[in-house]
């Protein structure tokens, strides 16, 4: 029992504690007693999971996803669930009686810790391309199947997590220029073949929501009036208009940054970014601190998942990107992205413990 709390890294948890409050203030305030209880009750529960997850996770070590052949299999399942959830109901989602469950966010720490354990091993020989294009594989696959459900915010995601790793892991910036050339073509064929009308609508309104003020740019001028009504100190907790008369749809979920801001105002909404930024920054501690490859792409690959959920949801939630509809890390409400994220935090627990226990002598790397 020692062991494992001395594997938790306390002050983490302390920076993550404020984005977990201010996620609850926010969903206790919404509109009536009855619907706050349901959202905050439920984002307990799913805390409490997500603690525990985190702790027993702790305790694995992490050569476990370096030595083995399990992500490989792992990989593999989770393209069969995208897969058989697509053929099911065509949406991102596993519906139980009491919860859903979306494997697109799992399948998002899966591609992290395969792409880390693959550029890891590859790190001498990295500078040849096709190591760019078999891990763009990697990313793509899932990618691709999230993008049918259709989630065409995961799917950024995808793309952002693998772009930030390819380059961490050195590849030249001659390949570069190719990869953001095969994007752009990718970005057409998606455009005029995969994406659904209300989606292209989302991103032609994102660049004048008059044009549509009742339906496309509803979303993206509701976001703005209740970031905007905040001012400078907010509405007051349980005051915001827009969301407690329900004019800011999912202010629960995707346009919960929108909704804290409204109560909070610009002072919270900065102290609430100050705690991200604080937040990520410890968790590339092991990226700059470690000579494991593993461990350094790992760190920043759950890095660009924190970063990337940020600067998209965000970014919407202000008017400076499109509707994709993503949650807000530790912030906004939903099992499935929390429970991620404490399982890769679990995870990262060990590797940061493991370090430093090499680092004292005690033990050696064997990677």
Known sequence: MIRALRTIDWTSLLIIMPLLLAGLFTMKSFGGENASDYFFWRQIIWLALGLGVCIIFSQIDWRFFYSSGFLIVFYAVGLLVLVSLFLANETSWFQFSFFAIQPSEFMKLIVVLLLAKYFSRRHIEITQFRHVLISGLYAAIPAFLVLMQPDFGSAIIFFIIWLGMVISSGIPFRYL?????????????????????????????FVNPYLDPQGAGYHILQTQIAVGSGQMFGQGVGYGIQSRLKFLPEHETDFIFAAFAEEWGFAGALLLIAFFIILIWRLLGPARASSDNFIRLFSIGLSLIVISHFIVHVGMNVGLLPITGLPLSFVSYGGSHLLMLFLALGIWMNMRQSRRTQVSGDEIDVS
């Open 177 to 205: 220029a190719l990869v953001l050339g095969v994007a752009v073509i990718m970005f057409v064929v998606v455009w005029m073949l995969v994406l659904a009308p209300y989606q292209k609508d989302r991103i032609l309104t």
